[in-house]
């Protein structure tokens, strides 16, 4: 089946940027998200990026998509504590209803 | 504003007990999904439904899980007879179900522990 893959942790230090990585497998992808789960919270849409686009920026977010190379990032500009969470890539094909989602990235920030 | 519902937000139960949870999606949402999270296994997709109708279950165990829409402003999902390796945390997500491709808005997540 199709495959999501993500880093598992990654750690900054606050005021810095944060790269978060994601490569995919599924070459019909035309939806591509990230989502962010707080602790003991559900899954809240941060962004997302159709697969004609290869930019998207949002205030501190950027969103890079590579699509030859099946490569999605997620930046966030001057990390703050409260960007501490799990990040979630996940893309759907046109037509399908049922995402595939990764593993997560906790990205832990400190002072 | 809009958001998906979900109780309990916490049940402890014991090992052999029936297990209820239930789910309210976003009004208008015809699409709701329901996914088990572990730290194991990360995020797995049990079942899905569409218009009430439920179109994938591939991913529950057939045996003791079972996932019902009585009606469109609520999801169950139930497990008979709970075992430990069913703690995990459950979430239902809707969307709006268009052509395919639509957001997932996710509940908070009902947080099981069978003892």
């Known amino acids: 089946g199709e495959d999501v893959e993500q880093s598992l942790f990654l750690s900054v230090r606050e005021g810095d940027s944060s790269v978060i990585n994601c490569t995919y497998t599924?070459?019909?992808?035309?939806?591509l998200y990230w989502y962010k789960q707080e602790p003991g919270a559900g899954l809240q849409l941060l962004t997302y990026i159709f697969s004609n686009m290869d930019m998207k920026q949002d205030q501190r977010l950027t969103v890079l998509l590579n699509k030859k190379d099946k490569h999605l990032s997620l930046r966030i500009a001057d990390t703050q504590t409260g960007d501490s969470a799990i990040y979630f890539c996940a893309e759907i094909s046109g037509g399908s209803y049922i995402p595939t989602f990764g593993r997560g990235t906790s990205l832990i920030v400190h002072p | 504003d809009a958001r998906v519902t979900q109780t309990p937000r916490d049940k402890v139960t014991e090992m052999g007990q029936e297990v209820t949870m239930r789910c309210q999606p976003i009004l208008g949402h015809n699409t709701v999904f329901w996914y088990r999270q572990t730290m194991m296994q990360g995020l797995e997709l049990l079942a899905y439904f569409r218009n009430r109708a439920p179109l994938d279950d591939s991913g529950m165990p057939k045996d003791r899980f079972s996932a019902e829409m009585p009606d469109a402003t609520l999801a169950t999902l139930k497990i008979q007879p709970s075992e430990p390796r069913d703690s995990a945390v459950y979430f239902c997500a809707s969307a709006s179900g268009g052509s395919g491709g639509e957001t997932q808005y996710f509940g908070p997540g009902t947080r099981l522990l069978v003892l």
């Open positions: 599924d070459s019909s992808s035309t939806y």
